[in-house]
């Protein structure tokens, strides 16, 4: 092996590592979110649920915010690859409100804390300017699956997301989760309008 192989070997170990480690202190502070509020991420904290150095918060995020917004991004993205799994499921439109009210099931039911964590994080963006973007970016995501990236009306595409939140808000709020069986009915009214713009 020549040394521009060695070179190259350990630079893509030390990327792979630096990545790993960036990931774990995202997942490490939507856990503290989750668990204990916004209030509780500090350097400290974040650091020791993540089992890394307190220094490394600095060297990956350009300070608190930094990090917060890059966890509200990963929680997007992860709904993004979420969404994309479902889109290969659904073969008529019909089929969306069912789909729908099994991924927010899931989210209320099997990832409810992290679904708290987002929502924190989520709500926190009315009050941190740095954060409105990142909170912004899931509605464009599913506003983009609407119509098969061909949109419809704005106002009533904002309601439908609007009313999902809500619905969400709801879920996490009751003392038993909903189950799909009882979101799909709620689902199937909602998305009427973006049946009819389909047509």
């Not at 204990?36 to 974040?46: C, E, K, T």
């Not at 690859?81 to 789909?99: F, G, K, Q, T, Y």
């Not at 989210?107 to 009315?126: C, D, K, Q, S």
């Not at 509605?139 to 904002?158: F, K, Q, S, W």
Request: aromatic share 6%; hydrophobic share 45%; net charge negative.
């Amino acid at each position: 092996m020549t040394a521009a192989h060695r070179e190259n070997d350990s630079t893509d170990g030390r990327r792979v590592k630096g990545e790993r480690r960036r990931r774990a202190i995202i997942d490490a502070t939507l856990r503290v979110v989750a668990r204990d509020g916004v209030a509780a991420v500090s350097h400290r904290n974040i650091a020791r649920e993540a089992g890394v150095p307190p220094a490394s918060i600095a060297y990956y995020f350009a300070g608190i915010d930094g990090l917060l917004v890059a966890t509200l991004l990963e929680s997007c993205e992860t709904m993004l690859v979420e969404m994309d799994l479902l889109r290969e499921r659904i073969h008529e439109n019909s089929e969306w409100p069912r789909a729908i009210a099994e991924l927010l099931a899931g989210m209320v039911r099997e990832h409810r804390e992290r679904t708290i964590g987002e929502y924190e994080l989520y709500l926190l963006a009315a009050r941190r300017p740095a954060l409105r973007p990142a909170a912004r970016r899931w509605i464009e995501i599913a506003t983009g699956l609407v119509n098969h990236g061909a949109g419809g009306d704005p106002a009533v595409i904002r309601a439908l997301f609007a009313a999902i939140d809500g619905l969400l808000m709801q879920a996490l709020i009751a003392d038993e989760p909903p189950t799909a069986e009882e979101l799909e009915p709620a689902l199937r009214f909602l998305m009427q309008p973006v049946d009819y713009l389909r047509k």
